[in-house]
């Protein structure tokens, strides 16, 4: 995946979808090969000096000046970013093998000090409106009723 898979900006919607897309297909995988004793781990690299922002690789949609303010900084970003990215995809390979020979490996793991900021960020952020709107948000429910449990 990617950090792309837990978070998005501007300009780079369609890439996350996917990303998100994968995310969560993943998890649902890693809880149906669980009783087999198969593992998911789910990378989520930054950037790592890849072709992925080469100039015959990074494609983007056709520019349209009203999109400039949200969308052109992200673009000239991504393209300044080829051959100067921080990850280097060889430590990162080991570091993938590394945790998967641990028992506790997780679910998911951020590659990358910009991805551990980033994710860190994200789910905080994410955490502090779930604690902000609960009481809005369990007010959705029949009154009286007791709370759903799942099997998972």
């Not at 890439?15 to 593992?39: D, H, M, N, Q, T």
């Amino acid at each position: 995946s990617s950090q792309g898979g837990r978070m998005s900006f501007p300009a780079v919607g369609s890439y996350s979808a996917g990303k998100f897309a994968l995310e969560g297909w993943s998890e649902a995988l890693a809880g149906e090969v669980a009783p087999f004793g198969i593992r998911v781990l789910i990378a989520e690299p930054s950037r790592f000096r890849t072709a992925f922002n080469a100039p015959d690789v990074l494609n983007t949609a056709r520019q349209s000046s009203i999109y400039d303010d949200s969308v052109s900084a992200v673009r000239a970003n991504m393209a300044e970013a080829d051959g100067v990215q921080e990850g280097d995809p060889a430590r990162a390979a080991q570091v993938i093998r590394d945790v998967l020979d641990t028992p506790d490996a997780p679910l998911r793991l951020p590659l990358g000090a910009e991805a551990v900021r980033n994710l860190t960020r994200v789910y905080r952020s994410g955490l502090d409106d779930v604690e902000k709107w609960a009481s809005v948000s369990e007010s959705a429910d029949f009154p009286g009723l007791p709370p759903a449990v799942r099997a998972f």
